[in-house]
Every structure is written in structure tokens, then in C-alpha cells.
């Protein structure tokens, strides 16, 4: 499988991904007939779209991407292979011919449309994790320092579990966003405060076990 996602690497491997696209379709005018560089150019450009297909099935599979993103995303991914199937086959057998080579200029405009309609669900997406995590932070937090608070043991174990899982979230959401910002200083600031996240996750568990063994500490 896929590791995770590093900051900038799915803007990146868009960007990449549409400057071969235009280099093959440049290539397959100017080419000569039957040239072995078009297929290589085929294979190459089928490589750069497993990487984004590959973090594409990690954002729908992801437990917090929406039904209706997911199903999107599976669709575009789904055209993207079929046209880039069609692609790979039409510059293995373009020869001399002009309506061959047109061919492949259709082929490419269908790839490039798709592809902008796959960025626009990634950012869908990635605006829909943000908000749907980030809405209400405080009351995971809240609800386990409240059952802390009045001494429960038991509910603060409970509720332990929803504050850790959230936390996590909001970690992964906050590198969700990273993998699609260029904004070096923006990642820099999101690590640092995701950083601080998986810090003090333990410790304010810790301290709410604590309170609830004893909520009449003053400590």
C-alpha cells in the first residue's frame, strides 16, 4: 500500500501529470511516424496517473469523506483510467496518419477536462473534512474534562475514546490539507500546530484520569 501523504505531493503530482500530458500531445504532432518515444511518453504519463489515482482511493476511502465526494472521486478515477487505456493504445499505433494524430489530441482534452474535474473534488473534499472536523473542536475536550470534573471514573473513560479519535482527525485533516498547498510557510505553521496536537493528546488524558480519581485535588 500507499504510505502517507506527504506535504505538497498531490498538488505536485497534478502539476507534474498535466505538463507530460501537454509534452505528449505536443510530441504526437511533431513525432515521426511510429515513434517508440510516444509510447514511452504513454507509459510514463500512465505511471504519473497511478500516483494520483493512489491518493485519490486514499481520500475515498478515507472514514470522514463524504458518500457523495467518495462516489465522484471513484467516477473520475474510473474515466481516467478507461481514456488513459484509449491514449496509451491510440500513440502505439499512430503511424502517419492525421486522423490518428487528431485522435489523440481528443484523447488528451477528454484526460485534461477529467483530470481538472478530479482536482475539484480533491478540493471539495479537503473542504469538506475541514469543516465538518474542525466545526466543533471543544466538545470532545469538554464532555471528558466535565465527567473529570464531577469525579466520574468511568464516564471519563468513555468519553477518553471520542477526544483521542477526534484529536487523530484533526491530525490527519491537517495533512490532508498539506498535500494540497504549495504555501510553504502555511504547511510549516499546520505541522507545527499538529505537532503540538500529538503532544498534548496523552497529557490532557492523563491529567483528566487524574482529576477524576480526584476532583477535589487542587493540583
Not at 66 to 82: A, E, F, M, N, V
Not at 193 to 202: C, D, E, M, N, Q
Amino acid at each position: 500500500g500507499m504510505g502517507p501523504i506527504q506535504p505538497g505531493e498531490v498538488i505536485t503530482n497534478f502539476r507534474k501529470f498535466q505538463t507530460a500530458l501537454d509534452k505528449t500531445a505536443t510530441a504526437a504532432v511533431m513525432a515521426a511516424p511510429s515513434s517508440p518515444s510516444l509510447q514511452e511518453k504513454g507509459v510514463g504519463l500512465q505511471q504519473r496517473l497511478e500516483k494520483i489515482l493512489g491518493a485519490a482511493s486514499q481520500l475515498a476511502g478515507s472514514f470522514s469523506t463524504r458518500d457523495c465526494r467518495q462516489h465522484s472521486i471513484i467516477t473520475c478515477c474510473g474515466k481516467l483510467k478507461g481514456q488513459m487505456q484509449e491514449l496509451v493504445a491510440a500513440l502505439a499505433e499512430v503511424g502517419d496518419s492525421e486522423d490518428k494524430r487528431r485522435a489523440i489530441g481528443e484523447h488528451v482534452t477528454e484526460i485534461r477536462q477529467e483530470v481538472a474535474e478530479l482536482w475539484k473534488e480533491f478540493r471539495r473534499a479537503m473542504i469538506d473534512h475541514v469543516s465538518d472536523t474542525f466545526m466543533d473542536t471543544a466538545s470532545p475536550m469538554n464532555l471528558m474534562c466535565e465527567a473529570a470534573q464531577a469525579g466520574d471514573s468511568p464516564l471519563t473513560e468513555k468519553r477518553v475514546e471520542p477526544f483521542t479519535k477526534h484529536a487523530r482527525k484533526l491530525e490527519m485533516v491537517a495533512l490532508l490539507a498539506c498535500s494540497l498547498s504549495e504555501d510553504i510557510e502555511g504547511i510549516r505553521l499546520v505541522k507545527v500546530a499538529s505537532k503540538h496536537v500529538r503532544t498534548l493528546r496523552p497529557q490532557m488524558v492523563n491529567v483528566a484520569k487524574m482529576l477524576a480519581s480526584y476532583p477535589t485535588s487542587h493540583v
